[in-house]
């Protein structure tokens, strides 16, 4: 078995010294853990957490050896005496191993054990109008990890007594669609279809993996030159839009220099958006930057005389408006629609049914995954052709994920398998990595995570996609950028918020507009946000999850649905919709083709 420890360890980057291989071993036989693979995956995940990652040494093994083998030996003794006990607590941990819930894994057996010994804990409490589980899904626990303090199996959906759920699972909150459509369909599919999968969002014939991922070596100066490049590249097409060939040639979008911009006396000017402060903009902070081929020109931004306005940092817009003196420009319009190139027409010969969730997938005290559970009893009874979740899976800042004791991506690979054991080969599934996640590369746009193990109908996608599924195309991203874009924008007489942050999307021809990022934390790569997050065709479907309330709207004849979240204090959603079949000769209309709802979990 030495080989085979040694072997697991080089695969992680350690290299340990021969006696320490040798006290591997002895600890591996002593404590009866026979896989190697599983022996070095609980030490990685103790010294991740308890180490700081060191190696293994003769004396870290020996903290090793009290805080977790004997910890597991001791577990497996009060395990044994509470199965016999208690025999339906363990007939519900077998009815999960089952159906591939939980594997048959001495560590889950640990944490199973602990929670066989709470009777409280096993069960969740059911709403009197609850259907029963499906066989197979019964219990509390779902995809719950290995981890150094049990997790018990208690569902926080209603939240505090003041954010109380409105509604009770299964009520629909939201809905579109032509009445006949959402009023015939059972909401199931009929026959087992084989959805094809094409990736759009490519860059020289290839979509985002890690096997062509490079980031943080990006210059200073080639940011400014990929900022350049959105600004000529966006300004000419808002220029073409607004004021045609003509009016471009005569447009002043590039003033050469100072002077040149006093002596207009209206001008339109090109620029981006910035703010002063690096954060949400005000009239106070917004300035526009107008650059040309030499050097950039900043002009302050007065909106005293502007009748409404939507802008945001990061934006390219064409402004209206007079230079009274200095660097002080006085705006009367800003344009910032362009030509966009509408969807391709739905060309579906058969109902396709769609089920959209996004992550967190588990509340955010415990890492016991209900609401994905119920999601699952959901998808058992009703086997939509596809299914797309987008991250987190895993939040790498859960508060609980300290005490995991595998490493992220076992877990990850065990939350696969369950989901795939209960769709079977009948749903084509979409997972969207997100940054969020623990297992993923923290950069912007993100790369799916790999697996060891594969399956036919799981397709793996990166952050943001656009996929083709047969004759649909479907736009999706695990990013909130909705919430980012109204939280960072200046609006006035703007027109409904939803609407007009997706038209920021669609306008901007980006699915991450903003610069710099909303978000502090996020590892936003300018290049990579160049190749992999441009929307340069509006999609059918686009599904944008986000903490805003859920929502769908119909923009540019294009659906955009945000699913809400899976795990919500106030009560977890969820989407669904179908795609009719298309009448030959006739073009679809989104209305009459297409019905969606927002479900409870």
Not at 233 to 240: S, V
Not at 323 to 348: A, D, M, Q, W
Not at 387 to 412: M, N, Q, R, W, Y
């Amino acid at each position: 078995m030495d080989a085979e420890i040694k072997q697991q360890f080089d695969e992680m980057g350690v290299e340990p010294e021969d006696a320490v291989v040798e006290r591997c071993v002895d600890l591996a036989i002593t404590y009866n853990v026979t896989d190697a693979t599983e022996f070095v995956e609980q030490w990685m995940a103790f010294s991740l957490s308890h180490l700081h990652g060191e190696d293994p040494t003769t004396d870290n093994l020996g903290e090793f050896e009290r805080k977790v083998l004997q910890l597991r030996k001791d577990k497996i003794a009060s395990k044994a005496s509470a199965q016999k006990v208690n025999s339906y607590a363990a007939t519900e941990t077998n009815s999960l191993a089952t159906y591939g819930l939980i594997e048959d894994d001495p560590m889950m057996e640990d944490y199973m054990g602990d929670s066989v010994a709470d009777s409280s804990a096993m069960h969740t409490p059911k709403s009197k109008k609850e259907a029963p589980r499906p066989a197979g899904l019964k219990g509390g626990v779902l995809f719950s990890p290995a981890s150094f303090t049990p997790q018990s199996a208690k569902k926080n959906q209603t939240g505090t007594p003041g954010n109380a759920v409105k509604g009770k699972p299964g009520d629909v909150v939201d809905s579109f669609g032509h009445p006949k459509l959402l009023s015939g369909s059972n909401w199931q599919s009929d026959m087992e279809h084989t959805v094809p999968v094409v990736q759009k969002l490519l860059h020289k014939d290839a979509p985002l993996t890690v096997a062509n991922l490079g980031y943080m070596n990006d210059l200073l100066s080639e940011r400014c030159d990929d900022l350049h490049d959105r600004l000529v590249d966006t300004g000419r097409a808002l220029i073409d839009r607004k004021l045609g060939a003509e009016g471009a040639a005569e447009c002043s979008w590039y003033p050469q220099d100072k002077h040149t911009l006093e002596a207009l006396h209206l001008l339109h000017a090109v620029g981006m958006i910035h703010s002063e402060d690096d954060g949400p903009l005000d009239p106070h902070s917004a300035f526009l930057s107008v650059s040309d081929i030499d050097n950039n020109s900043f002009l302050s931004l007065n909106f005293s005389r502007i009748k409404s306005c939507s802008i945001f940092p990061g934006q390219v817009v064409l402004a209206k408006g007079f230079i009274p003196k200095g660097n002080s420009f006085v705006v009367e319009e800003i344009h910032t629609e362009r030509k966009l190139t509408p969807p391709n027409p739905l060309k579906v010969d058969r109902e396709l049914q769609f089920v959209v969730a996004s992550g967190p997938f588990t509340d955010s005290t415990d890492l016991c995954y209900e609401p994905l559970h119920d999601l699952l009893n959901y998808l058992k009874d009703h086997r939509p052709d596809v299914l797309v979740l987008t991250g987190p899976f895993l939040d790498a800042e859960h508060k609980t994920i300290g005490e995991l004791v595998e490493t992220f991506e076992s877990f990850f690979e065990k939350m696969i398998a369950g989901i795939m054991e209960v769709v079977g080969s009948h749903t084509t599934v979409l997972m969207v990595s997100s940054q969020k996640d623990a297992m993923a590369h923290s950069v912007y746009p993100t790369p799916p995570p790999t697996l060891r193990k594969s399956y036919p109908n799981l397709h793996l996608l990166p952050d943001p996609s656009i996929v083709d599924l047969d004759g649909i195309t479907l736009g999706v991203t695990s990013t909130d950028v909705v919430d980012h874009l109204l939280s960072h924008e200046l609006a006035a007489n703007a027109g409904e918020r939803m609407h007009r942050a997706i038209n920021h999307l669609f306008h901007q021809g980006s699915f991450y507009p903003i610069y710099p990022p909303a978000d502090e934390d996020m590892s936003y790569d300018s290049q990579l946000a160049l190749k992999y997050a441009q929307i340069r065709q509006l999609p059918n479907v686009l599904i944008l999850p986000g903490d805003q309330r859920h929502f769908i709207r119909l923009v540019s004849d294009c659906l955009v649905i945000n699913p809400g979240r899976l795990s919500d204090s106030k009560g977890g959603t969820f989407a669904r919709f179908l795609v009719s079949p298309t009448v030959p000769g006739k073009v679809a209309n989104m209305f009459n083709s297409v019905a969606c709802q927002v479900q409870r979990i």
